[in-house]
């Protein structure tokens, strides 16, 4: 399995890649009119896990990571973020 941010139109979102090649978001990173927000996703109701008003996507992709949001959906697998970004598609 593989845990890595990846380019989308408004910003990035944490991917994880399965076994079976599916992805699945577990977070997420996007630049507005109002600044940059970030959410790190999770099976229950926690608004502690978003937040608006940050300076920079770097400030979000930390503020993601710390919630380690991977561990909900895919408890006992052993992941790490990768450090490359994975670039959006051309015509994305």
Known sequence: MRLYWKEVRKGM??????????????GGVRVTKRGVEAIAKTQGYDPGR??????????????VEQFEPWRDFFP???MSVEADVVKM???A
């Open 13 to 26: 979102d944490l991917m994880v890649l399965t076994e079976d090649g599916q992805e699945f978001s577990v």
């Open 89 to 91: 598609e051309a015509g």
């Open 50 to 63: 978003a937040t608006r008003g940050l300076a920079a996507v770097d400030d979000g992709r930390m503020f």
């Open 76 to 78: 006992g697998e052993p």
